[in-house]
């Protein structure tokens, strides 16, 4: 996401330098390394290259600021059993200079984001992803933070937390959309409430946090949405990425109910109206808001028959 954006939203304001600064005072063995920005570094955190081989994470608002504690936390413990690479934290930095929440160092990884032209299967993609996704929805959960402000709820139900919220952004949408349709995917989760057993979930499937090597999935990043819950919400880049035939292979590789598909729904059109309403900004390679909505209106009929 471009640095103006954030800041124009009100994120907290980091740049090179009080990165250097906290650096030197808090992890002086990496002080000589060179700090650079990049130019696209996502919505909730500020990334910073450290030297070649690092980076550096800062939560870019309040509401982000648990993920780095959690992340160094667990992502030891799930990374050794996915079947693509996650990043490793190196260290946890501590509030210093003015900014006022946990950071993170972690290894660099040197892939780049999923984009269209650098995969030239995209149903193998998605089979890589489906792959990827079932293996951490079937880690062992003990001890694992359920859903929670942390993670703005993934794994929650989805109804209940923002059921009200997608209803709001509809209703600003009528005339636009299929209004019918898309109320009747809210009801729909709501008949199908999650009752199977809670699994640790990504809560972050976006783009930006799957990398490329050689045509091919190679690393998942930014875990600092996971929980352990419903896995429905790691299933909405079925309708933000993929399409035709490598939409339909994700859907049968995930290989789960037509329930948790229900909720799946509810979690990509509340996401889309809320932008669409907002007019909030959305990532490139993702198809706009309203084709999503359109998507999910569109299978949400399918599966009624």
């Known amino acids: 996401m471009r640095r103006i954006d954030k800041l124009k939203a009100g994120k907290f304001a980091v740049d090179a330098d009080l990165v250097r600064r906290l650096i030197a005072s808090q992890f002086p063995a990496f002080a000589?390394?060179?700090?650079?920005?990049?130019?696209?570094?996502?919505?909730?955190?500020?990334?910073?290259?450290?030297?070649?081989?690092?980076?550096?994470?800062?939560?870019?608002?309040?509401?982000?600021?648990?993920?780095?504690v959690k992340e160094y936390r667990w992502l030891p413990v799930l990374a050794p059993q996915l079947p693509v690479r996650a990043p490793a934290p190196v260290a946890l930095g501590e509030p210093e200079h003015g900014y006022p929440w946990h950071w993170t160092i972690y290894e660099w990884i040197e892939d780049v984001p999923v984009r269209r032209e650098v995969v030239p299967d995209l149903i193998a993609?998605?089979?890589?992803?489906?792959?990827?996704?079932?293996?951490?929805?079937?880690?062992?959960?003990?001890?694992?933070?359920?859903?929670?402000?942390?993670?703005?709820?993934?794994?929650?139900?989805?109804?209940r937390v923002y059921g009200e919220e997608a209803r709001r952004s509809l209703a600003q949408l009528a005339g636009r959309i299929d209004l019918a349709g898309a109320l009747s995917i809210l009801d729909a989760a709501e008949r199908a409430p999650f009752s199977g057993r809670p699994c640790w979930l990504h809560g972050d499937i976006a783009?930006?946090?799957?990398?490329?090597?050689?045509?091919?999935?190679?690393?998942?990043?930014?875990?600092?949405?996971?929980?352990?819950?419903?896995?429905?919400c790691d299933l909405v880049i079925t309708w933000l990425f993929f399409e035709g035939e490598s939409r339909r292979t994700f859907r049968e590789a995930m290989m789960v109910d037509e329930g948790c598909w229900a909720r799946?729904?509810?979690?990509?059109?509340?996401?889309?109206?809320?932008?669409?309403?907002?007019?909030a900004p959305t990532h490139p390679q993702e198809f706009p808001p309203a084709e999503v909505i359109e998507a999910v209106v569109r299978e949400h009929r399918a599966a009624l028959g």
């Open 125 to 159: 993609f998605a089979t890589d992803l489906a792959a990827f996704l079932k293996a951490l929805h079937g880690l062992d959960v003990s001890g694992g933070p359920a859903p929670g402000a942390h993670n703005f709820f993934r794994g929650d139900d989805v109804i």
């Open 207 to 232: 783009v930006g946090n799957l990398l490329v090597g050689d045509g091919r999935l190679s690393a998942v990043i930014d875990f600092g949405s996971a929980a352990v819950g419903d896995p429905a």
């Open 32 to 68: 000589g390394h060179a700090v650079r920005e990049i130019a696209d570094d996502g919505w909730d955190n500020w990334t910073f290259r450290l030297g070649e081989h690092l980076k550096v994470r800062l939560p870019s608002a309040e509401g982000y600021a648990g993920q780095p």
């Open 264 to 279: 799946a729904r509810a979690w990509a059109l509340w996401k889309a109206a809320l932008v669409l309403a907002s007019e």
